[in-house]
């Protein structure tokens, strides 16, 4: 996308073109997330904690919040989990395959 334009389709075939501004090319950095909902809406704040050593994090800044609807969250959810499954399947770093693996537990 280095014109700052994607082209995507929609499940019934309808072809969009994104446009990217500038500015949001960087994007954000962000290692944790708080979701609320109501009934008409989710919340997602996407944030960065900032960690100082092998301490716990000390504070953390919203980056990002997004507010959605029901319905794409729905959207969003099937769309990472695909993702997600071609990542581990096929990009994953053999390290991350043992992220789902029960780990042996020392004091046995």
């Excluded at 334009?5 to 990217?20: C, F, M, V, W, Y």
């Excluded at 949001?24 to 809406?41: D, M």
């Excluded at 504070?59 to 993702?83: C, H, K, T, Y």
């Excluded at 997600?84 to 992220?99: G, V, Y």
């Amino acid at each position: 996308m280095t014109d700052g334009n994607s082209h995507e389709a929609l499940p019934d075939g309808t072809k969009l073109q994104i446009r990217l501004p500038p500015e949001l090319e960087a994007g954000v950095w962000s290692n944790f997330a708080v979701v609320r909902h109501s009934p008409y809406e989710f919340t997602l704040d996407f944030i960065r904690l900032d960690f100082s050593g092998n301490q716990s994090p000390r504070r953390g800044v919203v980056v990002q919040r997004v507010n959605m609807s029901p319905q794409f969250v729905e959207q969003l959810i099937s769309a990472l989990s695909d993702n997600m499954s071609k990542f581990a399947s096929n990009l994953a770093p053999s390290s991350l395959e043992t992220l789902n693996q029960p780990q042996d537990d020392p004091d046995d």
